[in-house]
């Protein structure tokens, strides 16, 4: 069930219970010591009334100004507290963020750009500061306004109506600009990240983007964007005025009402100076405890605004995996499938539909067939990017649900479509930081793919870092890395998307000789217009419109 951004906004304080609880001991602390200030200055003002300079008024001097101190020093133990809370919420948020993006399913992220969606991660700076303001400012606010209503009830029974009106001005203000102050602040945050997302669009394409009437239609969807913005921040921006407006209509009426009826009481003799000057001390807190609660109000929209789309990612549906044997290894892999069908959530058309294969271990498949006709959904299909809409999957006579994922993944390797290399070091690349890969494995990978002689020219060699993409490095290179990323492991199945497409025709052949070599038990399950695959392939499977329609050995 899905939540709405406030009770999202709870459940975030309450994996810190402790630290708010703190928080809110300190605030009541330091609301008590502000507010017991304007009774040792009422002390003073009706001992320096009586004309009388003794130790008492010394004394009370001294406990103003160490109460000053004190409430000081409270503040400082709130923002330690608070700073430790960001500090909680940025490395929760960081691994959140981490564990989910390579698990959440294929339909969840269909139709979306996955870097678009790792950018939701920024919301998690508005979080941590917000709610850290929240907590100090509203916390504080809240006591003082409480406190200082019960304080003023002491000095006339007038002042409990005050309190009344004061509470009932907070909720009314707060219920009626609520929904239309996060509802436009949720409408002004699409914008932005719709033109942060164009943004990345033209730096990803920076080069098409250069000629004149591309880079004039850049600026114009950009304008068109960020006038969307405008329009909704400006929307956003009158429910604050609105706010603002009531505040400062609320500290003129309650300002003049209080000093004439406080100066009406003081000359009827149901005040003292003391009292009067102690009153409006505390009334002016009040006034700017308001003040901070209503101005804060924008700084609530931003962060329950940023709890909702981070919580738009925690919200879709990641892998799970029910392996019962996790530390099961397979000594051989063979698959089958029964009647397998796949739809993409928006369509109602089959893409791939009635497949019923077997494939053995160490057989070298080449899947052919024209565009559009399955192979790329079925490699997916077969190496558990995606899962079946319906229909079987069996691996080593096991239904698929039953295997654990990781388990069988751990024993694949794989080139997708789009796959690129990740900032880091060339060896981070191929291994991932494996410990458990040795260096000979590594000497293996690299010569295997005929990536040998480019490392060796490197100053760097192995520690040499790549930029996202590769794109300080030529295609082909970066195609090797990608295939000794897949052999590194010497899986038991290999799955490949035009591995080999960006290279020259003697150094493909030469890896698809390598690959398909019978020496290598692996089975090899590769899609490309390479023709040269087929020379060396065991079996072609054809597909047209997302069936077989010929599976024949070579």
Known sequence: MNQSPLQRFFNLLKLDKKDISQIFFYAIFAGLVSLSLPLGIQAIINLIQSGRVSTSWIVLVIVVVLGVALVGILSLMQLRITENLQQKIFVRSSFEFSYRLPKIKFEELYNQYPPEVA?????????QKGTSKLL?????????????????????????????????????????????????????????????????????????????????????????????????????FGVIKRQFIQLIIFKVIITVSLLLIGGFLVLNQQMNIGQFVAAEIIILLVINSVEKIIVGLETLYDVLTSVEKIGQITDLKIEDFNGSEPNYCFTQLAIETENIKFKFPDSNDNIIQNINLKIDQSEKIVLEG????????????????????????????????????????????????????????????????????????????????????????????????????????????????????????????????????????????????????????????????????????????????????SDSKN
């Not at 669009?201 to 950009?222: G, M, Q, T, V, Y």
């Not at 698809?512 to 490309?528: C, H, L």
């Open 136 to 236: 100090v400012d509203f916390s504080t606010a809240l006591l003082q306004i409480i406190f200082g209503i019960l304080l003023l009830s002491l000095y006339h029974p007038f002042f409990i109506f005050f309190g009344i009106f004061l509470l009932i001005l907070l909720y009314s203000i707060f219920k009626f600009s609520y929904n239309s102050g996060l509802n436009t602040s949720l409408k002004e945050s699409k914008y932005k990240y719709k033109v942060v997302s164009w943004l990345q669009e033209i730096a990803r394409n920076n080069s098409s983007f250069r000629r004149a009437d591309n880079f004039e239609f850049a600026l114009s969807k950009n304008n068109e964007l960020v006038n969307g913005y405008l329009e909704n921040r400006e929307k956003h």
């Open 119 to 127: 950018n939701r991660f920024f919301d998690t700076l508005t979080i």
């Open 370 to 549: 024209k565009n559009g006709s399955g192979k790329t959904t079925l490699i997916r299909l077969l190496s558990g990017l995606i899962e079946p809409t319906s229909g079987s999957f069996f691996i080593n006579d096991d239904t698929y649900r039953k295997i654990d994922l990781n388990q069988y993944r751990s024993h694949i390797g794989t080139i997708i479509t789009g796959e690129t290399p990740f900032e880091g070091t060339i060896l981070e690349n191929i291994t991932f930081n494996n410990a458990h890969i040795k260096h000979e494995d590594i000497k293996w990978a690299i010569e295997s793919v005929k990536l040998g002689s480019y490392i060796k020219s490197l100053p760097d060699g192995l520690e040499t870092k790549i930029i996202t993409d590769g794109i300080q490095m030529s295609s082909s290179n970066a195609q090797k890395i990608l295939l000794a990323r897949s052999i590194i492991n010497k899986p038991k199945i290999l799955f490949l998307e035009d591995p080999l497409d960006k290279m020259d025709e003697n150094t493909a052949n030469e890896i698809i000789d390598f690959i398909m070599d019978e020496k290598n038990k692996w089975t090899v399950i590769v899609s490309s217009k390479n023709e040269y695959w087929k020379q060396k392939s065991t079996r072609i499977i054809t597909l047209n419109d997302g069936t077989i329609i």
